[in-house]
């Protein structure tokens, strides 16, 4: 696909990774705990809907978790942006600091 077609597709999505790095404090696990569902539920809705290919939690040496890794589609990163603002991690506390890539999977991973 070109750039032109692919700009002229209106439901074409761009691939983009999200690190959220939970914050350091001693309550940061908690925070998490408390988010954890809702944050799975609308990880399980947006993977029914298209716009999540994968998903895992970031562990420590000790295997505690510290952050989450998220691989998701949406049509521009402002959408993105806009979905964090409903992220249980995000509403919750959870994640401290968020960093955004836009991505090109390899030819085996493109859908």
Request: with cysteine; net charge negative.
């Amino acid at each position: 696909m070109t750039l032109v077609n692919l700009l002229k597709n209106e439901d074409a999505k761009m691939k983009f990774m999200l690190v959220g790095r939970d914050g350091s404090d001693a309550q940061a696990l908690d925070r998490r705990m408390a988010a954890r569902q809702a944050h799975i539920e609308m990880c399980d809705k947006m993977k029914a809907q298209g716009t999540l290919s994968y998903a895992a939690a970031i562990l420590d040496d000790s295997e505690k978790m510290i952050g989450s890794i998220l691989i998701c589609d949406f049509p521009t990163r402002q959408d993105l942006e806009n979905h964090l603002k409903e992220e249980p991690y995000v509403k919750g506390d959870v994640w401290r600091d968020i960093e955004i890539k836009t991505i090109k999977p390899g030819a085996a991973f493109a859908t």
